[in-house]
Structure formats: structure tokens, C-alpha cells
């Protein structure tokens, strides 16, 4: 009897572990295992970071390094640099790689783009970063900048795709308008786009959303395993912050909503333990504030009152707003995510802050490129309601809606 049970409980044991191992395999993963043919015999280019990890704890980079049938010839680096040490916002210079010896240019700084001198000695350029979710996430115009630097020096260009974080179901806010292109918001794509890194890669190259209408060669290396509707959580994959201050899944679902305040005097949390979760400033009453914005029952959140004093953090908040200074505000407290909505929340938040705070400030073309459009600010200016706001965007999110559906690999 004893020897049943015990073969039961490691039959039990096996099924527990297996379900455990199985995961979402990565487009890196995958480059090694059934795409290796896209690399052989090649001298590749990599554009990535520190989040470009294999399963087995390597990074990207140091394993395409020293496989004997490849040569990895140049790396180039995004915002915060190839081993992500950089604060944000801070120009990244050209350096060697500590750990390869290889040339990395930066693609942060005076450059965003590679030159054809920087791709002179390359046969096939590689990208690899992971991904938030939002359009205003530097590493999406990488991705694009990079691509058409492929597409125009006539070299192959592989994505290597990662999850989408906060799932690849839902795409809201305003559209971006052409004219309030830049390096934080290139396409005319909404705030939150619900696609992978490869998603819109494909998008961007088949819409002719490159320069003077270049199209890239393009190959995805697809996930196995991912499903749209999985929050990062749930694909058992390590999470890797992407960036110094998005180091947990719970900044991230917050991020593309809260992130509208860099666009305002207000401290958007950077230089705290939880940035973006932290939103306020020394002016704010924070019982009051979060006493409004929870009558307002938004769907999945609450607002809990704090008191927080930014600091520079090194490599993380280099010179955050109100440094030094107690400040007082809310903390995003996301109880169901699946609820919750981040840019309608964020359109609550800023119409109730200007309205009830006399000293909130606009940085006029901040906020404008973070909402990719002048009329969230105009319209809270004019005293809109966030219903209306909200509801003033859903015509161009449908359509980027039917854009999006012809792109989706999973």
C-alpha cells in the first residue's frame, strides 16, 4: 500500500513540475532552437538590453558571442544603454562592452539611428528588448529607427518577440497626431496598443510607416505558448525591469496612465519605491484628492492618501521633480487589473488635480506629446468631463482597432 502511494505521489509530483516547466518560450529562445538558420555563417548586429535573457540566465548577447557559427560584430544600445544602467532621459555614449569586447553604439543620444557606417560590416541586424506596452516607451522608436535603417541599407531585420506585459487585449487613448511625432511617440498608434514588439514591427513595415515608404525584410521569430489575453505574470517567464524605474509588473499596468504627469508639475512617483504608483505634489492635499477620486468608483482602483520626498536614486532618478521636497498625493492601488483602466484613470486624475489644486501647472508640449494630441489638455482646460474626453477618442482607437487586427501574430 505504501509503495502505491508513494508511486501516486510522484506521479502527482511529475504532473505538479511538468505544468510548472511548461512556459512561454521566447523569440530568443526560439532563435536557437528552430530559427538558427536566419544566423548561421552570419555577421549579426544586435540592438538590445539588459532584458534580452535566455531561459537558461544568459544574456542574448553574450551567447550569440561565443557560439563558434555566428559573429556577433557590433552591438547598439537603446534608452538606458545595453546592460540598462542609465537613468532615464540621460544621453547614452558609444562605449565597448564590458563583458564582449564588442563596439556598442548608442541609439540614445546624438544618434537615434544606426548609420550606414555603423552597419558597414553586417549582414543581418537583430532586435531584442522587452517591451510595456505603451506608445510612449522609447524602445518602440527604436524598434522603428532601427528597422528602417535596416530597410535602407538593404540588410535583414529580426525580431525577436517578448510578451506584452499588461496582455495583448486592450488598445486605448487618443491616436497620435502626425504632427506631435517624436522620439516618445512616432506612429499613429494609441497610448496603449495591445500588440508585441513583433506585432508592430510588422505593422509599421507593412503600413509604409518608414521613412519615404522603405519596407523592411522582415522576420519574426515568434513566442510559443503566449495567449493574448496573459498578464506577465502568468507566462513564468523572470521578470526583468525593462528600464530603471519599471522593476515590477504592478509599475507597469499602472504606467501608461500615470505617466500623462510628466506632462504637469506634478511628481509622477520617480525617485520613490514606486514610481508611477506615486503620483502628487508638495501643493496636494492628498485626503482630499484621494477622497474625490474614489467617490468617482473607477472601475479596479482605489487611492490611498501618502506622503512621499523624492531623491535622486543613482542610475535609477537622476535629478526627479520636487527632489527633496514633502510631498503629498495618492498611491495607485490597482485591485482588479482586468478592471481596471489606466488612460481613463489617468484622465480622472488630471481633470480633478487642476480643478482642485490651483497651483497644477501643464508643460504644455510634454503633455501633448505623452497624449499625442493637444486636446486632452484643451479639453480639461475647457472643463470637459473625463466621460466626454474618454468618449472623444473612440472613433480613432476603433480605427486603429481594424489597422490592428490585419497584424496580429498570436
Given at each position: 500500500?505504501?509503495?502505491?502511494?508513494?508511486?501516486?505521489?510522484?506521479?502527482?509530483?511529475?504532473?505538479?513540475?511538468?505544468?510548472?516547466?511548461?512556459?512561454?518560450?521566447?523569440?530568443?529562445d526560439l532563435l536557437f532552437e528552430k530559427h538558427f538558420d536566419l544566423i548561421a555563417g552570419k555577421r549579426m548586429g544586435l540592438v538590445t538590453n539588459h532584458s534580452a535573457m535566455l531561459s537558461n540566465g544568459k544574456h542574448l548577447a553574450d551567447a550569440l558571442f561565443e557560439n563558434p557559427k555566428t559573429k556577433l560584430v557590433v552591438l547598439f544600445g537603446p534608452e538606458h544603454g545595453v546592460r540598462g544602467q542609465a537613468p532615464a532621459g540621460k544621453s547614452v555614449r558609444d562605449s565597448i562592452d564590458p563583458k564582449t569586447g564588442i563596439t556598442v553604439f548608442s541609439l540614445y543620444g546624438r544618434i537615434n539611428k544606426p548609420t550606414p557606417e555603423m552597419m558597414a560590416k553586417i549582414d543581418v541586424l537583430i532586435f531584442d528588448i522587452?517591451?510595456?506596452?505603451?506608445?510612449?516607451?522609447?524602445?518602440?522608436?527604436?524598434?522603428?529607427?532601427?528597422m528602417e535603417a535596416a530597410a535602407e541599407n538593404r540588410i535583414p531585420f529580426i525580431v525577436l518577440d517578448r510578451p506584452n506585459p499588461i496582455t495583448g487585449t486592450r488598445f486605448d487613448g487618443f491616436?497620435?497626431?502626425?504632427?506631435?511625432?517624436?522620439?516618445?511617440?512616432?506612429?499613429?498608434?494609441?497610448?496603449?496598443?495591445?500588440?508585441?514588439?513583433?506585432?508592430l514591427a510588422t505593422m509599421i513595415n507593412m503600413e509604409s510607416w518608414l521613412k519615404n515608404g522603405v519596407r523592411a525584410n522582415l522576420d519574426v521569430v515568434r513566442m510559443e505558448g503566449w495567449k493574448r489575453d496573459m498578464w506577465y505574470d502568468e507566462t513564468q517567464l523572470a521578470w526583468i525591469g525593462p528600464s530603471p524605474n519599471m522593476q515590477s509588473l504592478q509599475t507597469a499596468i499602472v504606467y501608461p496612465g500615470s505617466c500623462l504627469f510628466e506632462g504637469t508639475n506634478f511628481s509622477e512617483g520617480r525617485g520613490t519605491e514606486k514610481p508611477?504608483?506615486?503620483?502628487?505634489?508638495?501643493?496636494?492635499?492628498?485626503?482630499?484628492?484621494?477622497?474625490?477620486?474614489?467617490?468617482?468608483?473607477?472601475?479596479?482602483?482605489?487611492?490611498?492618501?501618502?506622503?512621499?520626498?523624492?531623491?535622486?536614486?543613482?542610475?535609477?532618478?537622476?535629478?526627479?521633480?520636487h527632489k527633496g521636497v514633502r510631498c503629498e498625493g495618492v498611491f495607485l492601488h490597482v485591485w482588479d487589473r482586468n478592471k481596471y483602466e489606466p488612460v481613463k484613470t489617468a484622465?480622472?486624475?488630471?481633470?480633478?488635480?487642476?480643478?482642485?489644486?490651483?497651483?497644477?501647472?501643464?508643460?504644455n508640449s510634454s503633455i501633448d506629446r505623452l497624449a499625442g494630441t493637444?486636446?486632452?489638455?484643451?479639453?480639461?482646460?475647457?472643463g470637459m468631463t473625463p466621460e466626454n474626453i474618454v468618449e472623444s477618442w473612440k472613433e480613432e482607437r476603433a480605427a486603429f482597432g481594424g489597422v490592428r487586427l490585419k497584424y496580429l501574430l498570436y
Open positions: 500500500m505504501f509503495k502505491n502511494f508513494l508511486l501516486r505521489f510522484a506521479a502527482l509530483t511529475l504532473v505538479v513540475t511538468s505544468s510548472l516547466v511548461a512556459q512561454v518560450k521566447t523569440g530568443a522587452q517591451d510595456i506596452g505603451a506608445r510612449f516607451y522609447t524602445y518602440e522608436s527604436t524598434l522603428s529607427l532601427a491616436v497620435l497626431m502626425d504632427s506631435l511625432r517624436s522620439f516618445v511617440g512616432m506612429h499613429r498608434v494609441p497610448i496603449m496598443h495591445g500588440m508585441t514588439m513583433g506585432e508611477f504608483e506615486y503620483v502628487g505634489a508638495p501643493f496636494v492635499n492628498g485626503k482630499q484628492w484621494a477622497d474625490e477620486l474614489n467617490s468617482l468608483r473607477l472601475p479596479g482602483i482605489t487611492f490611498e492618501p501618502i506622503v512621499f520626498v523624492p531623491q535622486e536614486i543613482q542610475n535609477v532618478a537622476a535629478n526627479p521633480k484622465v480622472h486624475m488630471l481633470s480633478s488635480a487642476k480643478r482642485l489644486f490651483p497651483f497644477f501647472q501643464w508643460r493637444a486636446k486632452l489638455r484643451a479639453s480639461i482646460e475647457a
